[in-house]
């Protein structure tokens, strides 16, 4: 069974820092695509960052570009999102996710998902 734990949210002021983390259990961590997803209140769902860590293989959402990093420990299976500078419109909930083909792909269809994390960003 795939399971994936986030954490790391939190309530952070506007050109703030946070780093988010994803535990990855039951599947080859390193080739896996795992990725971050948000969602805003009132939104739709939307990929943020994704990483495959054989490959280094990374992609980022336009708007996260330049301030967010995505980032994994295969010794922790565990993919990190570090996010700086944030601004008010990053605020939603943050999940990770995951898929057994080693490609980052907002076109991929992410089969297992976690629990989110909070972040919050106070103007």
């Known amino acids: 069974e795939v399971q994936l734990q986030a954490s790391g949210g939190g309530l952070v002021q506007s050109g703030g820092s946070l780093k988010l983390s994803c535990k990855v259990s039951g599947l080859t961590f390193e080739n896996s695509a795992i990725a971050w997803f948000r969602q805003a209140p009132g939104k739709e769902r939307e990929g943020v960052a994704c990483?495959?860590?054989?490959?280094?293989?990374?992609i980022y959402t336009e708007s996260v570009k330049g301030r967010f990093t995505v980032s994994s420990d295969n010794a922790k299976s565990t993919v990190y999102l570090q996010m700086s500078d944030l601004k008010p419109e990053d605020t939603a909930v943050y999940y990770c996710?995951?898929?057994?083909?080693?490609?980052?792909?907002?076109?991929?269809?992410?089969?297992?998902w976690g629990e989110g994390t909070l972040v919050t960003v106070s103007s």
């Open positions: 996710a995951a898929d057994w083909a080693p490609l980052c792909s907002w076109y991929v269809k992410f089969d297992s």
């Open positions: 990483i495959v860590s054989a490959s280094d293989d990374t």
